[in-house]
C-alpha cells in the first residue's frame, strides 16, 4: 500500500513544439529509431512555416517536466503528413501515441487538412494498432524501404486517414 502511494501516476500536458525542445526530441527519437534525426535537422523541420510539431512533458514531476513524446508533421495544399513520432519506450500502451496524434490530426485539420499521411513500418505492430484505431488505411507498399542497424529491410505502410 505504502508503495502505490509513493508512485506518481504520470500526467502529460500535450503542448506545441517550439525550437528549444529539439535537442531532448532529438535526445528520444535516436532511442527509437535506427536512423535518427540530430536536433539540427528537427530545427531546420520545425522552422518551416508548414511544419508543426506537439510534445509532451511530464506535468506532475518532481523536478523538472522532461519531455515523454512528440510528433512532428506538416500541412501543405491541403494534405498533412506526419512527419515522426515517438514515445518513450517506457510509455508505450498508455494513450500517449493518442494524444500526439489526436493533437496533430486537429492542428492539421485546422489548417485546412483534408487527409493525412504517415509511413511506418510494417513490422511495427504496436504504431499499426494505433493506427488503426485512429482510422487510418495502407493505400500503399515501399519494399526493403528501411533498415535495420544490422542491415535488415523492411517495407514500409504508406496510411491515411480522411480529416473531413
Known amino acids: 500500500m505504502l508503495e502505490s502511494y509513493l508512485t506518481l501516476k504520470p500526467q502529460f500536458e500535450i503542448i506545441a513544439m517550439e525550437p528549444e525542445d529539439c535537442v531532448e526530441v532529438a535526445m528520444l527519437h535516436q532511442g527509437r529509431f535506427s536512423r535518427p534525426w540530430n536536433d539540427g535537422e528537427f530545427h531546420s523541420l520545425l522552422s518551416q512555416e508548414t511544419v508543426f510539431g506537439f510534445v509532451a512533458r511530464q506535468s506532475n514531476a518532481l523536478l523538472k517536466k522532461p519531455l515523454r513524446g512528440f510528433v512532428l ?3 501543405v495544399a491541403g494534405e498533412a503528413e506526419i ?6 519506450a ?9 494524444r500526439l496524434m489526436q ?3 486537429r492542428e492539421a485539420r485546422g489548417r485546412g487538412g483534408e487527409t493525412i499521411f504517415l509511413e511506418v513500418d ?5 504504431a499499426l494498432g494505433l493506427y488503426a484505431k485512429l482510422g487510418f488505411e495502407k493505400v500503399g507498399e515501399r519494399q526493403a524501404y528501411y533498415v535495420d542497424e544490422k542491415g ?13
Open 73 to 75: 508533421a506538416r500541412h
Open 122 to 126: 510494417g513490422g511495427n505492430r504496436p
Open 152 to 164: 535488415a529491410k523492411s517495407t514500409a505502410l504508406v496510411m491515411r486517414r480522411v480529416l473531413r
Open 90 to 98: 517506457k510509455l508505450g500502451r498508455t494513450g500517449l501515441g493518442w
Open 83 to 88: 512527419l515522426t513520432i515517438a514515445v518513450n
Open 103 to 105: 493533437a496533430a490530426m
